[in-house]
T-cell receptor, first 110, second 115 residues
Framework: GQNIDQPTEMTATEGAIVQINCTYQ??????LFWYQQHAGEAPTFLSY????GLEEKGRFSSFLSRSKGYSYLLLKELQMKDSASYLC???????????FGAGTRLTVKP | DAGVIQSPRHEVTEMGQEVTLRCKPI?????LFWYRQTMMRGLELLIY????????DSGMPEDRFSAKMPNASFSTLKIQPSEPRDSAVYFC?????????????FGPGTRLTVL
């Protein structure tokens, strides 16, 4: 089976920084993706890592350690609109077959 | 591009009825995925197609579920007969494989309620 684990819920304050962790144990690995999903909407792509290290994209950064089966998504300068679920997904092979974690529901408070 | 299109957006039906969900992928994409999302189980992959051919249907819960992709621009997911536990949001997603940063693009979903 494929195991992708993330915290269920997190709360943070507007303007702060929050780190959402993801650990995985999968039969294959060909990249890790982070998606954002607002309530009642479809998931939308945020970031992608396939090599170890940090990828930065504006206020969002994502880190990967393949040897540890670990990734995190870092959100800086939090805004109220960042309140959403964040899904970690592993692409198993070179065919876009992806498996998703259950998601972390982030609430940003004033 | 219009993005992935799904219909209907909402479906309410009674137990035992047949339900058909529809999806039009992004033009040019060669992969199509069907997912089911519930609070309890999160986003689950049901089945995916490559060039209209089903590749992996191991996520299909049981024989009541079937999916087809008769051509590159259309796919259906059918549940017959439907049961209350099938109530969920069903997403269709498509992608074009280059092995790099290409990701899946999701449709708006169909919210299914089986009474």
């Amino acid at each position: 089976g494929q195991n992708i684990d993330q915290p269920t819920e997190m709360t943070a304050t507007e303007g702060a920084i929050v780190q959402i962790n993801c650990t995985y144990q999968t039969s294959g690995f060909n990249g890790l993706f982070w998606y954002q999903q607002h309530a009642g909407e479809a998931p939308t792509f945020l970031s992608y890592n396939v090599l170890d290290g940090l990828e930065e994209k504006g206020r969002f950064s994502s880190f990967l350690s393949r040897s540890k089966g670990y990734s995190y998504l870092l959100l800086k300068e939090l805004q109220m609109k960042d309140s959403a679920s964040y899904l970690c997904a592993v692409r198993l092979y070179n065919n876009n077959d992806m498996r998703f974690g259950a998601g972390t529901r982030l609430t940003v408070k004033p | 591009d219009a993005g992935v299109i799904q219909s209907p957006r909402h479906e309410v039906t009674e137990m035992g009825q047949e339900v058909t969900l529809r999806c039009k992928p992004i033009s040019g994409h060669d992969y199509l995925f069907w997912y089911r999302q519930t609070m309890m189980r999160g986003l689950e992959l049901l089945i995916y197609f490559n060039n209209n051919v089903p590749i992996d249907d191991s996520g299909m819960p049981e024989d009541r579920f079937s999916a087809k992709m008769p051509n590159a621009s259309f796919s259906t997911l059918k549940i017959q007969p439907s049961e209350p536990r099938d109530s969920a949001v069903y997403f269709c997603a498509s992608s074009f494989q280059t092995g790099g940063t290409d990701t899946q693009y999701f449709g708006p979903g169909t919210r299914l309620t089986v009474l």
